[in-house]
């Protein structure tokens, strides 16, 4: 059982961020549930959604012990903390959560320039896809290839073709 | 002596009261459905109070009994899941512009392609005669017994309601007399024949007497409709596109 | 097998109906349902049926009203308030014995409540809730394969039983995303049914749908015919869906000392609590109401070794216990290990459980 949390500001795309790690649970043949937030604080406010994978069924969707946090912003870290297991892995945009923050001793943080990075490669909205990249690179849930056919899917449903969209989770996975 | 001969789409009279004015929209109703050849596929939509009484064995029409106030969306309903079906609301003036002023409005604001035919008698039938939003100042009913406020309760005009919104016939006729009655019967079979030409919503008012509840002989109080109802109320086609 | 997709409970329930054969929908926005409505709003005219959004849940449920008795497959949609106006419509449903599926995606609360996950209707879910003597038969899903296959279900027995058919979701099944199998596609014919408005003519008997206590009294009513009266059939029609509609799954519940009570998303955490209790040595065991009415009754006598049931629900009041109670004849104990703003933590649970053997 993984248990992953995406949280940030609204607008953000952590809910797609979500679905996309779910997307490629999926075709890994895995037990998925996602579950987001959602209603009143969906309007700017912040936004958060669990994924689970499993190789066995998923009786509840809601998180207990987490694995993977991934904080878009310093509220989120802070509000979610605490639900994480010792040894979880933490990713941070490093760009808004300043280096002396306060974090859980007992998890490994992988900081992450997000912003700046999709920036660089001409796709500010393409944060969330770096983090994803990062998020391969650093935990063994997916490979970025498997993440990088997740996009690719998830994006084509959508009737989208943006190849910046890749580039951004290459240059993730090199964090 | 002339042959007295009940429409095709009637099968008996009803129990309607007697100068009660629903039997005689029914009958025009009925009438209007045979002579554009539309009777085999009319769906008629009763709203539960007075007009009702036409499914007890009066109209030879497949037929809906709705709740009390709905009769417009279930009409809408009905005739979303036929298409081709040629679906009515017959409905009071309570029903239409009180419980289910809401459903009339947002119906004549889609201009959903359907006919509606209200009975505008000034008072609540079923329930005894209490005062409706038609009822004209002054009028005593069971809920007004020293008359209606006018400073306190408005009178509604269906064509102030729904006229700028997206009607495509909106007319008011009377059944006083021979003449009115016709010309009441002429704009029912226009807002049929608008439905069959998918144009859009359709209304018709009817004024009648409500005898009993306004405590009248038939005669006096088809006199008092014809005479101070329709001071309130004017008569003619006030939305023809 | 058709390929799985990764899908929203309540988009995946929409197209579902659709694919039951279902091609009339009107509806009104309230969280937690609204995609139900975005989604028809474009899918419905793909597959030619009927789609509108009402300008209320009043008139919403009226025009599923009018679309059933014309023989159409019809749904419509809410959540707790919303759920609460199509009272009205779902008497008449009953009243007349047409078939329609409505379907609560349940919030908290009473009142406004919250927009937030919970089973806040139980109660008007399962008592009838709107006027007169009435019951429906109520699906709850817990997953969101289970809100395809149950929308099918729905129809299915409504028709069987000429009789509304409510499903009990909840934001957690709506919301959640899972992958899901979906079933082909059905025709369904309007004209299925003789009895089914459609125009008569001028040498056949008109069809009248109303109210049937007009008709009780009538000796030619086939109804009154059949049965000798309304009310004989009436009892008749609830007695044969509480017999036959029972529905359930049990999760260790054979050797529990407690067993768990619980159904919608509530019982996937239940579920989870069963394992985590028995690891720790406490025979928890699950009893999953799949229909609320009829209460499955029958699921109770699997649990010989119980000495107390405890419901775990997203509400404050513990609205199950008391079907708890009657289908356990009040011989035992019924504890309520329940939550609002969130669902129930299992190690709430078991402590509630364990509370209950002192």
Known sequence: ?175 | MAEVRLPKRIMNSGGWCQGCGHGVVVRLIAEVLDELGVADKAIAVEDVACGSMSMSGVLKCDAIMAAHGRPIPVANGAKGARPDSIVYAHLGDGSAYSIGCAELVHTALRGDNMTVIVVNNTVYGMTGGQMAPTTLPGEKTASSPKGKDADRYGVLNVVDLISDLNCTYLARGEIYDVASTAKTKAMIKKAFQNQIDNKGFSLVEVLAPCPTNLHMTPVQCKEFVHTEATKYFTLGEFVDK | ?358
């Open chain 1, 1 to 175: 059982m993984i248990e992953i949390r995406f949280a940030g500001f609204g607008g953000q795309g952590i809910l797609t961020t979500g679905m996309i790690c779910a997307t490629a649970g999926m075709d890994l043949g895995k037990n998925v549930t996602w579950y987001p937030s959602y209603g009143s604080q969906m309007r700017g406010g912040t936004a958060n959604c669990s994924v689970k994978f499993d190789d066995k069924a998923i009786a509840s969707p809601f998180l207990k012990n987490v694995d993977i946090l991934c904080a878009m912003n310093t509220p989120s870290l802070d509000m979610f903390q605490a639900e994480l297991k010792p040894g979880a892995v933490v990713f941070v945009d490093s760009g808004v959560v300043p280096e002396d923050h306060p974090i859980r001793e007992d998890v490994k943080v992988v900081r992450v320039p997000v912003n700046e990075i999709a920036h660089k490669a001409g796709n500010p909205r393409g944060a969330n896809l770096v983090m994803l990249g990062a998020m391969a690179a650093h935990t063994d849930i997916f490979t970025v290839e498997e993440i990088t056919k997740a996009v690719e899917k998830f994006f084509k449903k959508k009737g989208i073709d943006n190849p910046k969209n890749l580039d951004c989770l290459k240059l993730g996975s090199e964090c």
């Open chain 3, 1 to 358: 097998m058709a390929e799985k997709v990764l899908m929203k409970g309540n988009e995946a329930l929409a197209e579902a109906a659709l694919r039951a054969g279902s091609r009339f929908y009107s509806g009104y926005p309230i969280t937690p349902q609204t995609e139900i409505l975005e989604y028809l709003s474009t899918r419905m005219a793909e597959v030619g049926g009927f789609f509108v959004q009402a300008e209320s849940e009043l008139c919403g449920i009226n025009m599923v009203f009018g679309a059933a008795a014309a023989g159409a497959r019809a749904f419509t949609t809410s959540s707790g308030p919303g759920y609460s106006l199509k009272q009205e419509g779902i008497s008449y449903l009953a009243a007349n014995d047409l078939p329609a599926v409505i379907i609560d995606v349940m919030r908290i609360g009473s009142g406004l409540g919250d927009i937030f996950m919970g089973q806040g209707d139980y109660w008007q879910l399962t008592r009838g809730g709107g006027h007169g003597d009435y019951r429906t038969i109520v699906l709850a899903p817990n997953s969101v394969q289970e809100n395809v296959e149950m929308v099918q279900k729905a129809f299915d027995l409504a028709e069987q039983y000429l009789h509304p058919v409510i499903i009990a979701s909840d934001a957690g099944i709506g919301q959640m995303m899972e992958p899901v199998e979906l079933p082909d596609f059905k025709e369904h014919d309007v004209n299925k049914f003789d009895w089914a408005v459609r125009g008569c003519k001028e040498n056949e008997n008109p069809r009248y749908c109303q109210n049937i206590y007009y008709n009780m009294w009538d000796e030619e009513y086939p109804l009154v015919k059949e049965y000798g009266d309304y009310p004989t059939y009436l009892t008749k029609k609830y007695a044969t869906i509480e017999e036959n509609e029972q529905r359930w799954e049990s999760y260790q519940v054979e050797d529990a000392e407690v067993v768990l009570v619980a159904y919608g998303s509530s019982s996937r955490v239940a579920k989870d609590t069963v394992d985590t209790a028995r690891a720790q040595g406490f025979k928890l065991g699950l009893i999953r109401p799949i229909t609320l009415w009829p209460f499955p009754k029958k699921a109770f006598a699997e649990a010989k070794a119980a000495k107390a049931f405890c419901t775990v629900e997203v509400n404050i009041l513990g609205q199950m216990g008391d079907d708890v109670r009657l289908a356990t004849e009040g011989k035992f104990p019924v504890g309520f290990a329940g939550n609002f703003f969130a669902v129930p933590d299992p190690d709430d649970i078991i402590a509630t459980a364990k509370a209950l053997l002192k």
